[in-house]
């Protein structure tokens, strides 16, 4: 084994999140490729540290992501390169920003013929109320989902609609989000 790693763990701080490691011993380490994921299968290198070398004494490493979002899980591994081009992948970790506070994207596609989507980041988990009202202030359908907290995707039906300008109204933790929605009919 190329190396012995004692831990890899990190640590969500304000905007960013801080990795480090720690290997107790190393041969032939040319060093650690930092990799990060925002679905845990597509994972980018983010950052090299050099290793070193070999050793028998422990060796601590740190790095700092700078280019975090709240409320979006990112996967983290290590991926460990030997001097002569072979390497290892370290366990995988899973670290959040937490959202401070409720956050309500807008809707995609939009115009829409059937379904769209909108991002919803929350501090807590919660039940979201999904109203769309026509420009005459009527309530065309209401919906209710639940979310989890972080920031999650809810998909909101519009098949059946008629064509024109919608308010889509989302309330949750006692408060409401406005925003405007076409609905398109297709030829």
């Known amino acids: 084994m190329p190396i012995e790693l004692a831990y890899f763990r990190g640590e969500a701080q304000d905007d960013q999140i801080a990795l480090s490691w720690l290997t107790l011993t190393e041969s032939n380490n040319a060093g650690f490729e930092i990799q990060r994921s925002e679905n845990g299968r ?3 290198t983010i950052h090299w540290t050099d290793g070193w070398g070999t050793s028998t004494s422990p060796q601590y490493y740190s790095y700092t992501d700078t280019e975090v979002k709240k409320g979006i899980d990112y996967f983290y591994r290590l991926y460990q390169l030997d001097f002569d081009g072979t390497g290892s992948y370290s366990n995988w970790i899973t670290l959040q920003l937490p959202v401070a506070q409720i956050q309500v994207g807008e809707f995609f596609p939009n115009p829409t013929p059937s379904t769209t989507s909108c ?8 039940i979201v ?16 989902q639940y979310i989890t907290a972080g920031r999650q995707l809810i998909e909101v039906d519009c098949s ?3 064509g024109g300008f ?7 933790n006692n408060m409401s989000f406005n925003t405007k929605l076409s609905i398109s009919i297709p030829n």
């Open 42 to 44: 597509d994972y980018k």
């Open 119 to 126: 991002y919803i980041n929350s501090p807590s988990d919660d």
């Open 129 to 144: 109320n999904i109203d769309i009202i026509a420009a005459n202030g009527v309530v065309q359908r209401q919906d209710q």
């Open 160 to 162: 059946g609609l008629a």
């Open 166 to 172: 919608y308010l889509v109204r989302i309330t949750l």
